[in-house]
């Protein structure tokens, strides 16, 4: 298990050294760089598709009231080639989020580390932001 | 008949074989796996600095699964530092795609890179398979190909434009030499959106320079869209050793939506 999270962690830091990794759209077009999120929720959904994984959560704001907000991961080939497997996240899953926020002003943000709450494992959603 | 059924044997064998060495699970995802034909250090690694394979004929084999070790190619193809001398309808059309952020990029609309980009998508490697009358490029990107044709044949007169063009394939000396006519308008040359019209000709030129590197520069000759042809950056592709190519399609594209209002976005800035 140990082995398998050095494996990822460094497939991370020699990705996050080569610079940007999504590859289907522009990612400056959705998304903002300069919009950094990091927040806590329930996976409520999980859609483990090309070109990209998409998985929400409910996120529970000061006040009580509950926000559904949407993730963008690379697509399943990058992930499963940095050990994440389509049963990884699942439905119900307490999770932690580091992302970049959607340029729109939208519940949506681009993924880039994701944590496991109840394991604390770290997995790699996409790479840092930058040009394409 | 006894050929077939004896292959048929050993190939059985060789899954059985690589079942027991590897496991199971890595197997069944084909990310991990011994691949035959790999050069190997003491420890059993690849050998990615050994020496150029052949094929029988002699020239380079250029077989193996590539991929661009940064997003540096797929992003701007002219060398570093310089633009490539585009006439006016080209310079504005860039410009275009530069303010806007990228948004149009094909990619948007689930079609996939071009000519020469879609080599250097650095999420996504693709595979050579070298054969006596064509070399094949598989990309894994949303699950394209090319097809090069080295059997003599010449380049065909007026086709029907096509993304990817009609390529063919010599050899001077080391360096494979593929020429590619007979383009559509539509796809870009990099990310950053440099175009190209119908009337473009690419030259691409490989050098496996070892085991583990393809180096490459690719030649724009399109004089609807540039005053005169030019030359890519230098291009050195790595080897992805051991592993095989995933699916890569374009079955959910949630990101379209937001992405039309990307023009809007972007002028604001």
């Given at each position: 298990m140990r082995r398998r999270l050095a494996i990822v962690v460094m497939c991370v830091a020699s990705l996050a050294a080569s610079g940007r990794a999504l590859a289907h759209h522009s990612f400056a077009a959705?998304?903002?760089?300069?919009?950094?999120?990091?927040?806590?929720?329930?996976?409520?959904?999980?859609?483990?598709?090309?070109?990209?994984?998409?998985?929400?959560?409910?996120v529970k704001n000061p006040d009580g009231s509950v926000v559904n907000w949407g993730f963008e991961m690379a697509s399943p080939s990058q992930l499963l080639r940095q050990g994440w497997k389509n049963n990884s996240m699942k439905i119900g899953d307490q999770v932690t989020v580091e992302a970049k926020g959607a340029r729109d002003g939208s519940n949506h943000a681009n993924a880039q580390n994701v944590t496991l709450n109840a394991t604390g494992q770290r997995l790699f959603g996409g790479p840092p932001p930058g040009q394409q | 008949m006894r050929i077939c059924e004896l292959t048929a044997w050993r190939r059985t064998m060789v899954a059985l074989a690589l079942v027991c060495g590897t496991g199971t699970t890595a197997l069944a995802q084909w990310l991990s796996l011994p691949l035959p034909g790999t050069p190997r250090t003491a420890d059993?690694?690849?050998?990615?600095?050994?020496?150029?394979p052949r094929s029988a004929d002699g020239k380079p084999d250029l077989s193996g699964i590539w991929n661009a070790p940064n997003y540096d190619f797929v992003q701007h193809l002219p060398p570093v530092g310089t633009e490539p001398p585009m006439l006016p309808a080209a310079a504005a059309l860039y410009k275009h795609?530069?303010?806007?952020?990228?948004?149009?990029?094909?990619?948007?609309?689930?079609?996939?890179?071009?000519?020469?980009?879609?080599m250097f998508v650095a999420a996504?490697?693709?595979?050579?398979?070298?054969?006596?009358g064509v070399t094949i490029l598989l990309f894994e990107e949303f699950h394209k190909y090319r097809q090069v044709f080295t059997d003599g044949r010449k380049l065909p007169v007026d086709p029907d434009p096509a993304w990817y063009g009609y390529s063919i394939g010599r050899w001077e000396g080391d360096t494979f030499v593929v020429e590619t006519a007979g383009f559509k308008e539509g796809s870009w040359l990099d990310n950053r959106g440099h175009p190209h019209t119908d009337a473009l000709r690419t030259t691409e030129r490989f050098h496996r320079t070892n085991f583990g590197t393809l180096e490459l520069t690719v030649t724009v000759d399109d004089p609807k869209a540039y005053s005169q042809p030019w030359t890519s950056r230098n291009i050195s592709l790595v080897l992805r050793p051991?592993?095989?190519?995933?699916?890569?399609?374009?079955?959910?594209?949630?990101?379209?939506?937001?992405?039309?209002?990307?023009?809007?976005?972007?002028?604001?800035?």
């Open positions: 959705e998304f903002d760089e300069n919009k950094p999120l990091k927040m806590t929720g329930t996976v409520t959904k999980v859609e483990w598709t090309n070109p990209h994984i998409w998985f929400f959560m409910d | 059993g690694k690849p050998n990615l600095n050994a020496p150029t795609r530069v303010d806007t952020l990228g948004y149009e990029v094909p990619m948007t609309y689930c079609m996939p890179h071009g000519v020469p980009d879609a996504h490697p693709f595979k050579i398979i070298q054969t006596p051991d592993t095989e190519l995933l699916e890569h399609l374009c079955e959910n594209n949630r990101d379209l939506e937001r992405l039309k209002e990307a023009p809007k976005i972007g002028r604001e800035q």
